[in-house]
């Protein structure tokens, strides 16, 4: 496994870079495409870049603990993988070789509903803790089925994705009259719930039930004894209802910049919404996170923990199980090098003085507690890719 210039990979993006040539054209554009104009999807990587961090001398900090608890668990590193549809799309041993590789490494994976292996399958590879994410579909026996299989498989938590009564206007998609390959289907779904499924977009507006309010919440976590998360929050508002509908936790997100073109990258829309749980469940995030310190800029400005999705899915294609555990270790390392040298002996310590923000001097102050809440940000654009 190496780049066009025959080194190892050693960031997401030379992953990226390898994933790119191994893939057909209209593959890549299906997993690396946004919405519109795909001004989110750039929008997510860009504002880490506008973030400082503080550098601590003399710490006297060897080797950092990277592990947290979450939900009664201890994961290795805050991180974690997103849910990403069909990862045999990427290598034919889709969510089985990216399960192994994470738990190797005691880290979670949240299986997407549209995985290409079914739910028994990933449970059996994995050695790390599952979390199933739900889309609700007017058929709603299938979610049903989906949540209690979940639940006999072992899975420890339900991520309902509040953000898609169907998929976003993806133009490289439409551009390209992009299909599933014959060889990637649901494998979760059969029956109506399928119908249409090789064409991703059309399938959402034909299957999933646009009727949902919160109560869903909690008929799920009755249904299935399990935790339930919200994924797809970027308003205090919105975090306000869901931490009323009785959510066990938040996930930052705009869909990786597939759903509606034009709204705040994830990490700009972190902050107000950790000000409005105040502190009654955990936050997390996911969007644009490239590197061990942007973990750290993520926990910084209150995240429990943070999720990568499509760097999965290139490490899955360069090279299998074994380049997801490879692109996971180079970002944990990335991690414990940030914290040595911003010292941080542990992520419970991580704190909003850690960063400097846009249009900052000096960090915000004023609230020194781990995960502190600083002002927003602006953002700045660029291209993906």
């Given at each position: 496994m190496t780049s066009a210039t025959g080194r190892e990979p050693l960031t997401p993006d030379d992953f990226a870079e390898h994933a790119r040539r191994e893939l057909p054209a209209d593959v890549w554009d299906f997993i690396a495409g946004g919405a519109g104009r795909e001004r989110t999807l750039a929008a997510n990587e860009a504002v880490f870049e506008t973030v400082r961090l503080r550098p601590r001398?003399?710490?006297?900090?060897?080797?950092?603990?990277?592990?947290?608890?979450?939900?009664?668990?201890?994961?290795?590193?805050p991180l974690g993988i997103a849910p990403v549809a069909y990862h045999s799309l990427a290598h034919p041993d889709g969510e089985t070789g990216t399960a192994a590789a994470a738990g190797r490494l005691g880290l979670?994976?949240?299986?997407?509903?549209?995985?290409?292996?079914?739910?028994?399958e990933v449970a059996g590879a994995a050695d790390a803790p599952l979390w199933l994410q739900l889309y609700c579909f007017r058929d709603a026996g299938t979610t049903f089925g989906l949540a209690r299989?979940?639940?006999?498989?072992?899975?420890?938590?339900?991520?309902?994705?509040?953000?898609?009564?169907f998929t976003g206007r993806r133009l490289r998609d439409l551009r390209n009259g992009f299909t599933l390959p014959a060889h990637v289907t649901p494998a979760n779904l059969t029956g109506p719930a399928a119908a249409g499924s090789a064409t991703p977009g059309a399938h959402s507006r034909l299957a999933f039930d646009r009727s949902l309010d919160w109560s869903v919440v909690a008929r799920l976590r009755d249904l299935s004894g399990l935790p339930v998360l919200a994924k797809g929050v970027l308003t205090a508002r919105d975090a306000g209802a869901a931490v009323a509908a009785g959510v066990a936790g938040i996930i930052v997100s705009n869909h990786g910049g597939r759903q509606l073109d034009g709204v705040q990258a994830s990490l700009e829309a972190l902050p107000e919404v950790v000000s409005a749980v105040r502190g009654r469940c955990p936050v997390f995030l996911d969007g644009g996170i490239r590197s061990g310190a942007d973990v750290l800029v993520a926990l910084a400005l209150g995240a429990r923990a943070v999720f990568v999705g499509r760097p999965a899915l290139y490490a899955l294609a360069a090279g299998g199980s074994e380049g997801v555990h490879r692109m996971l270790t180079l970002l944990i390392a990335e991690l414990a090098d940030?914290?040595?040298?911003?010292?941080?002996?542990?992520?419970?310590?991580?704190?909003?003085?850690?960063?400097i923000l846009?249009?900052?001097?000096?960090?915000?102050?004023?609230?020194?507690?781990?995960?502190?809440?600083?002002?927003?940000?602006?953002?700045?654009?660029?291209?993906?890719?």
């Amino acid at each position: 496994m190496t780049s066009a210039t025959g080194r190892e990979p050693l960031t997401p993006d030379d992953f990226a870079e390898h994933a790119r040539r191994e893939l057909p054209a209209d593959v890549w554009d299906f997993i690396a495409g946004g919405a519109g104009r795909e001004r989110t999807l750039a929008a997510n990587e860009a504002v880490f870049e506008t973030v400082r961090l503080r550098p601590r001398a003399l710490t006297g900090i060897e080797e950092p603990d990277t592990s947290v608890e979450v939900f009664g668990a201890r994961w290795a590193a805050p991180l974690g993988i997103a849910p990403v549809a069909y990862h045999s799309l990427a290598h034919p041993d889709g969510e089985t070789g990216t399960a192994a590789a994470a738990g190797r490494l005691g880290l979670p994976l949240v299986v997407s509903t549209f995985a290409g292996r079914t739910l028994e399958e990933v449970a059996g590879a994995a050695d790390a803790p599952l979390w199933l994410q739900l889309y609700c579909f007017r058929d709603a026996g299938t979610t049903f089925g989906l949540a209690r299989r979940a639940r006999d498989s072992g899975y420890q938590a339900l991520v309902l994705t509040v953000d898609t009564p169907f998929t976003g206007r993806r133009l490289r998609d439409l551009r390209n009259g992009f299909t599933l390959p014959a060889h990637v289907t649901p494998a979760n779904l059969t029956g109506p719930a399928a119908a249409g499924s090789a064409t991703p977009g059309a399938h959402s507006r034909l299957a999933f039930d646009r009727s949902l309010d919160w109560s869903v919440v909690a008929r799920l976590r009755d249904l299935s004894g399990l935790p339930v998360l919200a994924k797809g929050v970027l308003t205090a508002r919105d975090a306000g209802a869901a931490v009323a509908a009785g959510v066990a936790g938040i996930i930052v997100s705009n869909h990786g910049g597939r759903q509606l073109d034009g709204v705040q990258a994830s990490l700009e829309a972190l902050p107000e919404v950790v000000s409005a749980v105040r502190g009654r469940c955990p936050v997390f995030l996911d969007g644009g996170i490239r590197s061990g310190a942007d973990v750290l800029v993520a926990l910084a400005l209150g995240a429990r923990a943070v999720f990568v999705g499509r760097p999965a899915l290139y490490a899955l294609a360069a090279g299998g199980s074994e380049g997801v555990h490879r692109m996971l270790t180079l970002l944990i390392a990335e991690l414990a090098d940030t914290m040595v040298l911003t010292g941080h002996a542990s992520p419970g310590t991580i704190d909003a003085d850690t960063v400097i923000l846009p249009g900052h001097s000096r960090p915000h102050t004023g609230n020194t507690a781990p995960h502190a809440v600083p002002h927003p940000m602006p953002c700045t654009d660029r291209s993906p890719g």
